[in-house]
């Protein structure tokens, strides 16, 4: 792609929210607006086939958004051929132009990085899905699950989509072909399939009738019991969802989940959280895939404020990804040590039910391999020593039987399995120390209520048993901890 210079330096206009009776702040009712996008009504606005007719699609509109060089823009231009761009003007507005590493802007606008493939390692169809294929879009990895790819379509092209090489295909998706009877037909047949994933590119993009025919004889099925929806409109066209029909649709089968993904608390919008409200009142259980993303989600701050934000609108935290070896995604990929990074700083630092599962999903087919701290650190015939979030080591006896082991003299881990500890707690531990303070109340509240020894009613009496039942409730508790 050749652009003149005087095309490639035109400056983007700048960022702000859309501003309303003369406000400087949006309502709270709605997230940012581009102003290039200020005078659009709001009823056109709240209007997904707007929003889909009016996506920036192309390098030709980026360039007067965004600042690229020129360098950029003719090595993302070259990109356009390999795979889609198409960015909701409601997505596009989370981007703040100004910030060329914008985690918003990471996940949509194509990138020159995309070009680079240090490792030789980035592949077409990383998860092998098409080898496990017995009918054409229906993969079979998992005994009692299978997955449908049923459209290439999606409202907002992600630039590490695992499934590029399904969305590059155009045309034929609309109306129903015989593979999609075909995928309904092998369900039908294997009984042992209790679990479908409905997918894409995007399945909420289906035509109404086309959805409804998965809907329809997937719920009919007696032996599949749980349907999911892979879909991430709640977060780039939450509109869509806006039509009370589509959610009505969704519910009628009765078996629907819903699995959407966002990866960035900025994106969990007063408008995301409106649709994921509707379908959760629509009986929808909805979950979250997040993509572990360099430059995006790759720090525990970030990943902390993302679950939580989940958890504020009622969407459970269900998986965290590593990032696919796809084409084009290389230089999105972190280390496995910084999800494990990520993972010790969650799991005991918030509610549990915002922890996910951090997984790999492995080539070759593997499916999906669970990965986490080491929480388990020895262990012995009688008993395991395990980690908390804290660092602290305890002996845990797992069955009721008389231990078999001998005390023996011994320090550290082995003085939990050998020895006579139960645990071994860090210094400067502030749940000991909130302990401590708390028996120290409770010993002064004690002593301050009983009789001193003698019958000696003075102050002076009381205080020096309050300062003897502390001390010795303080020894007790240590004693107990295992110090």
Same mark, same amino acid.
């Given at each position: 792609?050749?652009?003149?210079?005087?095309?490639?330096?035109? %400056?983007? @206009?700048?960022?702000?929210?859309?501003?309303?009776?003369? &406000?400087?702040?949006?309502?709270?009712?709605?997230?940012? @607006?581009?102003?290039?996008?200020?005078?659009?009504?709001?009823?056109?606005?709240?209007?997904? @086939?707007?929003?889909?007719?009016?996506?920036?699609?192309?390098?030709?509109?980026?360039?007067?958004?965004?600042?690229?060089?020129?360098? !950029?823009?003719?090595?993302? =231009?070259?990109?356009?051929?390999?795979?889609?761009?198409?960015?909701?003007?409601?997505?596009?507005? +989370?981007?703040?132009?100004?910030?060329?590493?914008?985690?918003?802007?990471?996940?949509?606008?194509?990138?020159?990085? !995309?070009?680079?493939?240090?490792?030789?390692?980035?592949?077409?169809?990383? #998860?092998?899905?098409?080898?496990?294929?017995?009918?054409?879009?229906?993969?079979?990895?998992?005994? /009692?699950?299978? #997955?449908?790819?049923?459209?290439?379509? $999606?409202?907002?092209?992600?630039?590490? $989509?695992?499934?590029?090489?399904?969305?590059?295909?155009?045309?034929?998706?609309?109306?129903?072909?015989?593979?999609?009877?075909?995928?309904?037909?092998?369900?039908? /047949?294997?009984? !042992?399939?209790?679990?479908?994933?409905?997918?894409?590119?995007?399945?909420?993009? +289906?035509?109404?009738?086309?959805?409804?025919?998965?809907?329809?004889?997937?719920?009919?099925?007696?032996?599949?019991?749980?349907?999911?929806?892979?879909?991430?409109?709640?977060?780039? +066209? %939450?509109?869509?969802?806006?039509?009370?029909?589509?959610?009505?649709?969704?519910?009628?089968?009765?078996?629907?989940?819903?699995?959407?993904?966002?990866?960035?608390?900025?994106?969990?919008?007063?408008?995301?959280?409106?649709?994921?409200?509707?379908?959760?009142?629509?009986?929808?259980?909805v979950n979250n895939h997040t993509v572990l993303l360099k430059g995006v989600n790759d720090s525990l701050e970030t990943m902390r404020d993302l679950m939580r934000a989940l958890l504020r609108v009622k969407v459970r935290p269900y998986y965290i990804f590593h990032c696919d070896p796809v084409i084009g995604a290389g230089h999105m990929r972190t280390s496995i040590w910084k999800g494990m990074e990520i993972m010790?700083?969650?799991?005991?630092?918030?509610?549990?039910?915002?922890?996910?599962?951090?997984?790999? /999903?492995?080539?070759?087919?593997?499916?999906?391999?669970?990965?986490?701290?080491?929480? #388990?650190?020895?262990?012995?015939?009688?008993?395991?020593? +395990?980690?908390?979030?804290?660092?602290?080591?305890?002996?845990?006896?797992?069955? &009721? @039987?008389?231990?078999?082991?001998?005390?023996?003299?011994?320090?550290?881990?082995?003085?939990?399995?050998?020895?006579?500890?139960?645990?071994?707690?860090?210094?400067?531990?502030?749940?000991? /120390?909130?302990?401590?303070?708390?028996?120290?109340?409770?010993?002064? !509240?004690?002593?301050?209520?009983?009789?001193?020894?003698? =019958? $000696?009613?003075?102050?002076?009496?009381?205080?020096?048993?309050g300062h003897s039942t502390a001390r010795f409730s303080l020894d007790v508790l240590a004693k107990g901890c295992g110090s």
């Open positions: 792609m050749n652009e003149s210079p005087d095309r490639t330096s035109i %400056p983007p @206009r700048p960022y702000m929210r859309a501003v309303a009776n003369g &406000d400087e702040e949006e309502p709270p009712s709605r997230g940012p @607006r581009h102003p290039i996008w200020r005078d659009v009504p709001d009823h056109l606005w709240d209007d997904w @086939r707007w929003q889909s007719q009016n996506a920036i699609r192309s390098v030709r509109q980026l360039r007067d958004l965004l600042s690229f060089t020129p360098t !950029e823009l003719e090595a993302i =231009g070259s990109l356009e051929a390999e795979y889609k761009t198409a960015i909701p003007p409601y997505y596009f507005s +989370l981007i703040d132009p100004t910030d060329p590493v914008d985690p918003i802007r990471i996940q949509s606008v194509p990138s020159s990085l !995309e070009k680079e493939n240090p490792s030789g390692y980035e592949l077409e169809d990383p #998860l092998e899905e098409d080898k496990d294929s017995p009918v054409p879009g229906l993969t079979h990895r998992y005994p /009692d699950r299978v #997955l449908l790819v049923t459209t290439h379509v $999606c409202t907002m092209y992600c630039r590490f $989509c695992t499934r590029k090489r399904a969305t590059m295909v155009r045309g034929g998706w609309d109306a129903i072909s015989r593979n999609d009877e075909r995928m309904i037909e092998y369900i039908r /047949d294997h009984r !042992e399939i209790k679990d479908v994933i409905v997918s894409g590119g995007d399945p909420l993009t +289906l035509p109404t009738n086309k959805l409804k025919f998965f809907l329809d004889n997937l719920a009919a099925i007696r032996h599949v019991d749980v349907i999911r929806i892979g879909t991430r409109v709640p977060v780039t +066209l %939450p509109q869509k969802l806006y039509d009370q029909s589509l959610i009505d649709l969704l519910a009628s089968a009765g078996k629907v989940w819903i699995q959407t993904h966002f990866n960035h608390a900025r994106e969990i919008t007063p408008e995301a959280a409106r649709v994921c409200l509707a379908l959760l009142k629509g009986g929808m259980p010790e700083g969650l799991r005991g630092h918030m509610s549990g039910l915002g922890i996910p599962t951090y997984v790999v /999903d492995s080539p070759h087919g593997g499916g999906k391999i669970p990965l986490m701290p080491n929480y #388990l650190i020895s262990a012995s015939d009688d008993a395991v020593v +395990l980690r908390n979030f804290e660092g602290m080591l305890v002996r845990y006896q797992a069955e &009721d @039987r008389p231990t078999t082991a001998q005390p023996t003299a011994t320090r550290g881990v082995s003085s939990l399995l050998q020895g006579t500890k139960s645990a071994l707690i860090p210094e400067n531990n502030e749940r000991m /120390d909130r302990r401590r303070e708390l028996n120290v109340v409770a010993s002064y !509240e004690d002593a301050a209520e009983a009789p001193a020894e003698g =019958g $000696c009613s003075n102050g002076e009496g009381h205080e020096a048993n």
